[in-house]
């Protein structure tokens, strides 16, 4: 639902002013958690794992969710649902661009699967001239990459110091570039002006979908295993499509549908297809 929740906000605050919001909300609800977690004694990092949370920091807050938002923005409920579920695939590339894992041939066949599903989901658009939106789905693909990213270099860090750690931490690092970028924007707009319903929009999706979206989903994972959790990620797409249809009056043609179907087949094949344990699934954004 998130998706057709932030187009909902960015036309009243645009992307900018959403994601100035967003990071100026997030470091308290990371506050909060590790005082709930820890009272005050925050554990301690050492300098070079900060430097590491500095790179999840730019790649995932900065890098990923600035592009995401832009790219929503620019793009449909549906399209972005589809495109940032094919996070799995770009996670299987750097995990052998790393030599961290080397590919079975069935999930380069995924691999190719998917790619080929993509560019048959972008070609609807771009024969139709929709270039705006074709704009905004690249932007999501690439976004897709750095998230991968993210998920990978977070794992060992995880391992010692725990995901609640690395997720305010990096939440604190990542924020800063983003409100900078952002203050521009966010300290000329009417805030007092927003409607009540935009507020409760802006609040649903930064605490409830992306803050607390993700640690549910890291506990799920925990508790029943990732393996056993990576397929209700393709439960996205579609009913990310629907409510875009229900409130949004999003249009879905043959070759849409067709593209979406190919593509998550592909990234259904290269993810599942190998070890369980290193299946890693793409999160709520």
Known sequence: MNFSVQKFVFAH???????FARYLIMPVCAVVLLVYRHGLAWPRV????WWLLAQLGVSGHFL???MVSYGIHLSTAFSSSVILACGPVFTLLILRAMRVETLRRVQVIGVTIALAGVLLFLSDKMVGGRWRASGGDLILLVSATFFSYYTVAAKPLMDRLGSVTVMA???FIGAVPVVLVTLPIGVTMDWAALPLAVWAALLWAVIVSAFIGWLAWGWVNSVRGVARTAPLMYLMPP???FVSWLIGGEVFTLVKLLGAAVTLAGV????LAGPPARAIPAPPD
């Open 46 to 49: 050492t300098r070079a794992d």
């Open 268 to 271: 259904a094949v290269a993810q």
């Open 64 to 66: 990923h969710v600035g």
């Open 169 to 171: 931490y990096a939440t």
């Open 13 to 19: 605050t645009s992307p900018g002013g959403f994601l």
């Open 239 to 241: 009913v990310a499509g």
